[in-house]
């Protein structure tokens, strides 16, 4: 099992001007997938492609993680304990998921 960011795929509501498009670095063999915030906070999602986990860099504690699948049900929620956040991932089925992180939104596909 994998997760993949394309930059067809990666999206984020933007009810509001607080959120500018995210930007996506790639290098060799992975992809970052980074997004701001008015505040100039800057949130890093790897590796990419993942097998077992996914990194979150640059959460603040207690930001609320959710991860769901395309129906919106819940299969992962957990409260951030750090800057950097470690994701166990090896539970999810093939398929696409939404990361939320406090209700900012970004797309996930499960390989």
Same mark, same amino acid.
Do not use: C, F, H, W
């Given at each position: !099992?994998?997760?993949? #960011?394309? =930059?067809? !795929?990666? *999206?984020?509501?933007?009810? =509001?001007?607080?959120?500018?498009?995210? =930007?996506?670095?790639?290098? $060799?063999?992975?992809? +970052?997938?980074?997004?701001? #915030?008015?505040?100039?906070?800057?949130?890093? !999602?790897? &590796?990419? &492609?993942?097998?077992?986990i996914v +990194?979150?860099? @640059?959460?603040?504690?207690?930001?609320?993680?959710?991860?769901?699948?395309?129906? @919106?049900?819940?299969?992962?929620?957990? $409260?951030? $304990?750090?800057?950097e956040?470690?994701?166990?991932?090896?539970?999810?089925? *093939? @398929?696409?998921?939404?990361?939320?992180?406090?209700g900012?939104?970004? $797309?996930?596909?499960?390989?």
């Open positions: !099992m994998a997760i993949l #960011v394309s =930059s067809s !795929m990666v *999206a984020q509501e933007q009810a =509001s001007n607080d959120v500018s498009k995210p =930007s996506i670095k790639k290098s $060799k063999s992975n992809v +970052t997938v980074s997004s701001k #915030v008015k505040s100039e906070k800057v949130i890093n !999602m790897y &590796p990419n &492609p993942a097998n077992d +990194t979150l860099q @640059g959460v603040k504690e207690d930001d609320q993680i959710v991860i769901s699948d395309v129906k @919106g049900k819940k299969m992962i929620e957990l $409260k951030a $304990k750090a800057q956040e470690i994701i166990l991932i090896e539970s999810l089925p *093939a @398929g696409i998921y939404l990361l939320s992180i406090n900012e939104n970004r $797309k996930l596909v499960v390989q």
